[in-house]
């Protein structure tokens, strides 16, 4: 396991389908972010788990997202009946407790969404 | 709230040449930890360097290091003898260090081009 990837690594969906992306941290790694990055702008924050459990939840995050992560290891996002401000990439990062790099955040290669 | 600014959208150095890169943030915590991503085109973004805001020393690694100034909540990146694939978006982040969430707070980031 070299790293944290992300599957798609593009998507291309019609207003008002539901897309679905999935996270896959690093082995070790107990927690997971969610972050939205558009166009000229730094990532911003929608969501954390700490294994399992969804601790936090950006107001970013609208009805129409959920995320989910099982057994406290890959993790999903989905959007339901997206709209053309949802295009954006979407990350996904991950950091483990416990080491000396804990409050480091390990990157995937993001998720780029179009809405047409 | 936390808010990190980088204030230059765009910055542009020889090869060679030393750059130095702005980030202010604004707290109220009195410890957090100040970090430097690179997002190089199209690639994932990767850890340059951080910074623990108690300790008082400077962090260095090679040819990158911060000049971390805690009362004016300045934290700067400085890159010595510029390489072509340290063009980059380089993003500052904010996390703060007993947040249960440990999520991070980005800049806009700064577009850095380094020219033969």
């Given at each position: 396991?070299?790293?944290?990837?992300?599957?798609?690594?593009?998507?291309?969906?019609?207003?008002?389908?539901?897309?679905?992306?999935?996270?896959?941290?690093?082995?070790?790694?107990?927690?997971?972010?969610?972050?939205?990055?558009?166009?000229?702008?730094?990532?911003?924050?929608?969501?954390?788990?700490?294994?399992?459990?969804?601790?936090?939840?950006?107001?970013?995050?609208?009805?129409?997202?959920?995320?989910?992560?099982?057994?406290?290891?890959?993790?999903?996002?989905?959007?339901?009946?997206?709209?053309?401000?949802?295009?954006?990439?979407?990350?996904?990062?991950?950091?483990?407790?416990?080491?000396?790099?804990?409050?480091?955040?390990?990157?995937?290669?993001?998720?780029?969404?179009?809405?047409? | 709230?936390?808010?990190?600014?980088?204030?230059?959208?765009?910055?542009?150095?020889?090869?060679?040449?030393?750059?130095?890169?702005?980030?202010?943030?604004?707290?109220?915590?009195?410890?957090y930890y100040l970090f430097w991503?690179?997002?190089?085109?199209?690639?994932?973004?990767?850890?340059?360097i951080r910074q623990e805001a108690?300790k008082?020393q400077n962090a260095?690694?090679?040819?990158?290091?911060v000049?971390f100034?805690k009362?004016?909540?300045?934290f700067?990146?400085?890159?010595?003898?510029?390489?072509?694939?340290?063009?980059?978006?380089?993003?500052?982040?904010?996390?703060?260090?007993?947040?249960?969430?440990?999520?991070?707070?980005?800049?806009?980031?700064?577009?850095?081009?380094?020219?033969?």
């Amino acid at each position: 396991d070299t790293g944290v990837s992300q599957d798609p690594r593009h998507k291309i969906t019609k207003r008002g389908q539901n897309v679905t992306f999935r996270c896959d941290p690093i082995s070790e790694h107990n927690r997971l972010y969610w972050y939205r990055q558009t166009l000229g702008q730094g990532p911003e924050f929608l969501t954390y788990f700490q294994n399992e459990a969804q601790l936090e939840k950006s107001r970013l995050l609208s009805d129409r997202f959920s995320a989910e992560r099982p057994k406290g290891s890959f993790s999903t996002l989905e959007i339901q009946r997206t709209e053309q401000g949802d295009s954006a990439m979407y990350l996904c990062a991950s950091s483990s407790r416990g080491s000396l790099t804990y409050n480091e955040q390990f990157f995937g290669p993001g998720t780029r969404l179009t809405v047409l | 709230a936390q808010t990190v600014t980088q204030s230059q959208p765009e910055m542009s150095v020889q090869e060679a040449e030393t750059v130095t890169l702005s980030c202010t943030y604004d707290t109220s915590e009195n410890n957090y930890y100040l970090f430097w991503y690179k997002q190089p085109p199209s690639r994932q973004m990767i850890l340059v360097i951080r910074q623990e805001a108690y300790k008082q020393q400077n962090a260095t690694e090679n040819r990158f290091s911060v000049n971390f100034q805690k009362a004016a909540k300045s934290f700067s990146l400085k890159i010595s003898d510029s390489q072509l694939g340290d063009t980059a978006m380089y993003f500052c982040a904010f996390m703060k260090h007993d947040s249960g969430t440990y999520k991070y707070i980005f800049g806009t980031g700064t577009r850095l081009k380094v020219l033969a």
